[in-house]
Nanobody
Framework: QVQLVESGGGLVHTGGSLRLSCAAS????????MGWFRQAPGKEREFVSA????????AYADSVKGRFTISRDNAKNTVTLQMNNLKPEDTAVYYC?????????????????WGQGTQVTVSS
């Protein structure tokens, strides 16, 4: 089992930046591929970004490509999502997630562990 806790959400203006962090406890994070998802009011939870166990492979949704950067520090058991040039459509609750197996990185059903989420609000 692994417990995930997100932090770093908040309110920013369009064009601003936020840095989300996900801290893990219970087991070492290095064995899990990790992902970030988000859910806006009235919408389904959608894939944002993912990173392999080593950090050598990353993936992004088209809507955030070039603006968001995912990284991980396995020594510190953390995963980070740097979000730049934020837009109002980025407003959502952001969730950190971990999966036991590689592959299907953009499918939320394949993730086994979830954090409680952190709110990101981008004002126009």
């Amino acid at each position: 089992q692994v417990q995930l806790v997100e932090s770093g959400g908040g309110l920013v203006h369009t064009g601003g930046s936020l840095r989300l962090s996900c801290a893990a406890s219970g087991r070492t994070l290095s064995i899990y591929p990790m992902g970030w998802f988000r859910q806006a009011p009235g919408k389904e939870r959608e894939f944002v970004s993912a990173i392999s166990q080593s950090g050598g492979s990353t993936a992004y949704a088209d809507s955030v490509k070039g603006r968001f950067t995912i990284s991980r520090d396995n020594a510190k058991n953390t995963v980070t999502l740097q979000m730049n040039n934020l837009k109002p459509e980025d407003t959502a609750v952001y969730y950190c997630s971990a999966k036991r197996y590689a592959g299907a990185y953009d499918q939320r059903q394949k993730y086994d562990y979830w954090g409680q989420g952190t709110q990101v609000t981008v004002s126009s």
